[in-house]
């Protein structure tokens, strides 16, 4: 009887925490009330819209395989019809298991169950990114993709305020955090992961200043490495974005290496190279396929061979969008990265001022993301020109006459369209069947 109640007793215990002292299993008294009127609405028009697209998604994409098959050459501007199909296919797969999961968000809001429907507002943002994605292999840049970005930007506050225990574990981790950095700054450790596990704190802030600062390096490396080693003496513009000196693939490519190596800083060298030539070739590969596949743009092709007359495995088995001797420039890269650049790095970043770290960040993330949904814009348009496409809309129209391509191919000097390669459509998308 003492065990018992002892147990007991030490389950009433307030250990000072917020609401259920962070137990999952023990909902706050602020968990359990109701969610507000037009949150369970929106759920409710949310299961409804799961339910009528189920059927509407299933027409349309038979449809579409049907067409494909039958009279590829109404409806496919490339030529690779198991390409297209195949993306079809996946869309279906995808927009199916979005709807089951959009009922089912949808319930969860009605009956308000705040940490389920927590829990299936981050599944869906994963499979509305995915729909996104594809929805621009087959479609491109359109108002097929207003419905699931506003869906995006609708399960993002969702994700963070439905569950108030969540809200208040962030909270509390947000003020902790607050207290952490300013220790770490008098210690000058500011920026580095304090638990020792890896080397630098792998937080929002320091790894958008980690990709801002690759997105330049990359660029004045691969400006460089052409005029020196390529075309010797011969300046090429290699920026990727519409506006700016930026290499956005450099900067994604940091982030990835650093989160990838982060807890390898201390490894031996020849492990953090190969996991950098690994991460970095299948990146570079991976980029250059949906770059090909959205907009028929090629920026990049390598050679099948690694020397004169010895074919190069990497090469072919990713069909020259990245090589061996790219492989290994990306796990010296990476060599480099961790063991000299990052640490520098840090202390660049730490140079912004403490008053000013998230104002700044939070303004020029806005900068960037309109510079690369301009730059998205721009290569969507510049490939309906060069397939045969007339501006069609306003959106169109502007970029036509600011972004023509001329001005395109003398911005991005290493890239040519070629629409046969794509995965595109010529045919509108209902927006139910996204």
């Known amino acids: 009887m003492s ?25 706050t008294v602020e968990q359990r009330k109701t969610i507000p009127l037009i949150i369970r609405v929106y759920g409710a028009l949310c299961a409804l819209d799961g339910i009528i697209s189920l059927p509407l998604m299933g027409a349309y994409f ?17 030529t ?14 995808l927009a199916f298991v979005a709807s089951v999961a959009l009922i089912l968000f949808g319930w969860t809001l009605i009956k308000s169950y705040r940490r389920d429907a927590g829990r299936w507002a981050y ?3 994963v499979m509305t990114v995915g729909q996104i994605l594809i929805g621009i292999m087959l479609q491109g840049i359109g ?48 920026g580095r992961d304090l638990t020792g596990e890896g080397y630098i704190k792998l937080n929002f802030f320091n790894l958008f200043w980690v990709f801002m600062v690759c997105c330049v390096l990359g660029l004045i490396i691969e400006i460089i490495f052409h005029m020196v080693w390529v075309d010797p003496g011969v300046y090429q513009n290699r920026a990727g974005l519409l506006f700016g000196p930026f290499s956005p693939i450099y900067g994604f490519g940091a982030v990835l290496l650093t989160v990838a190596l982060n807890r390898f800083y201390k490894k031996n060298f020849l492990i953090i190279f190969l996991v950098s030539a690994v991460i970095g070739g299948v990146f570079e590969a991976a980029v250059s396929w949906w770059m090909q596949t ?26 020259g969008r990245t090589s061996t001797p790219f492989m290994i420039m990306w796990g010296i890269l990476g060599l480099f990265w ?19 770290r998230y104002s700044l960040t939070t303004v020029v993330t806005v900068l960037m993301l309109v510079n690369g949904v301009m730059t998205l814009q721009s290569l969507d348009c510049w490939f309906c020109r ?14 036509a006459e600011y972004f023509d391509n001329e001005y395109m191919a003398h911005r991005f000097q290493t890239m040519t369209i070629h629409p046969d390669s794509s995965s595109r459509v010529d045919s509108p998308v209902p927006q139910d069947a996204q």
């Open 3 to 27: 065990t018992s109640s002892d147990s007991i007793e030490a389950a009433r215990t307030d250990y000072g925490l917020p609401g259920n002292d962070l137990d999952p299993q023990n909902p």
């Open 62 to 78: 038979g449809v579409m395989v049907y067409r494909l098959a039958l009279g590829q050459e109404g409806v496919l501007i490339g």
């Open 80 to 93: 690779n019809l198991t390409l297209t199909v195949t993306m079809t296919v996946i869309g279906s797969i």
């Open 123 to 125: 599944a869906l943002i």
């Open 143 to 190: 108002v097929h993709l207003i419905r699931p970005a506003v869906q995006l930007t609708i399960l993002t506050a969702l994700s963070a305020t439905i569950d108030p225990t969540l809200r208040e574990e962030r909270d509390l981790q947000r003020r902790l955090r607050d207290l952490e950095d300013r220790e770490a700054a008098e210690k000058g450790m500011l």
């Open 294 to 319: 959205s907009f028929g743009a090629i920026a990049w092709s390598y050679s099948y061979e690694l020397l004169p007359g010895i074919p190069d495995p990497m090469a072919i088995f990713f069909q």
């Open 338 to 356: 961790i063991k000299l650049c990052l640490p520098h790095l840090l202390k660049v970043i730490n140079l912004i001022p403490w008053k000013m």
């Open 386 to 399: 060069e397939s045969g496409l007339a501006p069609s809309s306003p959106v169109e129209e502007f970029y």
